[in-house]
Nanobody
C-alpha cells in the first residue's frame, strides 16, 4: 500500500529553521516527482517546492526561493525540505505528494497526512 508520512513540523520563532521529511513506502521515488505543498487556514493549497527523482531537477515557489532547499535520498525513499529564515507567512500545514508530473497536484497518486509548521513573530 502506498504511503507518505511527513514529519519535522513544529513551532519555531521567525528566523528559525526546520527540516521536514517525507518518507515513502509501497513504491519507489524513481517513478515519481515529489512535491511539497502547504495550506494555511482560509487559503488555497499551494506548491512550495518539488523535485524530480529521475534527474534531480527542482522547483521553488518565488516566496521561498533562497530560504528553502529540497533534497532527496532515493535509497531511503525520503525527500527533505530544509526551511531556513522562516517567516510567520510560512505558517501552514505542509503536505508531500508523489506526482507523475513535476509539481502537478492533479497527477498526485498519494498524499501524506500533513505536518503543522507554525512560525511565531
Amino acid at each position: 500500500e502506498v504511503q507518505l508520512v511527513e514529519s519535522g513540523g513544529g513551532l519555531v520563532q521567525a528566523g528559525g529553521s526546520l527540516r521536514l521529511s517525507c518518507a515513502a513506502s509501497g513504491f519507489t521515488f524513481d517513478d515519481y516527482a515529489i512535491g511539497w505543498f502547504r495550506q494555511a487556514p482560509g487559503k488555497e493549497r499551494e506548491g512550495v517546492s518539488c523535485i524530480s527523482s529521475s534527474d534531480g531537477s527542482t522547483y521553488y515557489a518565488d516566496s521561498v526561493k533562497g530560504r528553502f532547499t529540497i533534497s532527496s535520498d532515493n535509497a531511503k525513499n525520503t525527500v527533505y525540505l530544509q526551511m531556513n529564515s522562516l517567516k510567520p507567512e510560512d505558517t501552514a500545514v505542509y503536505y508531500c505528494a508523489a506526482t507523475l508530473l513535476m509539481c502537478s497536484p492533479q497527477t498526485a497518486g498519494s498524499w501524506g497526512q500533513g505536518t503543522q509548521v507554525t512560525v511565531s513573530s
